[in-house]
């Protein structure tokens, strides 16, 4: 069956290092790979999504990565500040609009000032 | 900005009894989701919907589930009987026939009793 693991303990670094996220899936092709932001009793956020043909994708402080050989996406925040404190969710999707999201579990990041 | 809105944000219910929880979906959106997530746990997929009718469903959505969007705006989640197991947090999410991010709303938190 599909799989999809992040790292489930949580990342603790320093404000102004660079995070770095890491998701790998398995039984799985995706269209899209997503990544989303959620803060506690909140619904996730979109990020940013990288297309099964990109390769690395970047937005603001934001930057996704994806190889489809290895099946895996890697997450980085850059400059983190501790408003990035917050649990990162990695989800896949195939291609149609109807076909649904994956998730896995999250990985908790805690930015220290 | 458009945003999907979800009420009640907290249903508390007695087991057995019917709930019924709302959503209104980004106006001109087409698909529709609802996702769970138990406290703690992953975001769950429910349930897709297009062109009024399911397009996908998982093994949580038994027949003591069901959706309809009544009135062309309006999202609804039904759970006819509940049980303790169905207290969670309950997502809903659109996407637009050329976007590929899904927006969520905030939830509503789902108790038991």
């Known amino acids: 069956s599909q799989k999809i693991e992040q790292n489930s303990e949580a990342l603790n670094i320093q404000e102004g290092k660079t995070a770095t996220l890491t998701c790998n899936y398995t039984?799985?092709?995706?269209?899209?790979l997503q990544w989303y932001r959620q803060d506690p009793g909140r619904g996730p956020v979109f990020l940013l999504l990288?297309?099964?043909?990109?390769k690395e994708k970047r937005k603001e402080r934001l930057k996704v990565t994806f190889d489809t050989t290895l099946k895996q996406s890697l997450f980085h925040i850059t400059a983190s500040q501790p408003a990035d404190s917050a649990t990162y969710l990695c989800?896949?999707?195939?291609?149609?609009?109807?076909?649904?999201?994956?998730f896995g579990a999250g990985t908790r990041l805690a930015v220290h000032p | 900005e458009p945003e999907v809105t979800q009420t009640p944000s907290h249903q508390v219910t007695q087991m057995g009894q019917e709930v019924i929880l709302r959503c209104v979906p980004i106006?001109?959106?087409?698909?529709f989701y609802w996702y769970r997530q138990i406290l703690g746990q992953k975001v769950e997929f429910l349930v897709s919907?297009?062109?009024?009718?399911?397009?996908?469903k998982s093994e949580i959505f038994d027949d003591q589930f069901s959706v309809e969007r009544p009135d062309g705006s309006n999202f609804t989640l039904k759970i006819r009987s509940t049980k303790l197991e169905d207290s969670a947090m309950y997502f809903c999410a659109s996407l637009g026939e050329m976007n590929t991010e899904a927006f969520f709303g905030q939830g509503t938190r789902l108790t038991v009793v």
């Open positions: 106006s001109n959106h087409l698909y």
């Open positions: 989800a896949l999707r195939g291609s149609g609009g109807y076909n649904k999201l994956i």
């Open positions: 919907f297009y062109n009024n009718e399911i397009s996908e």
């Open positions: 039984n799985y092709s995706p269209a899209y």
């Open positions: 990288i297309r099964e043909n990109e």
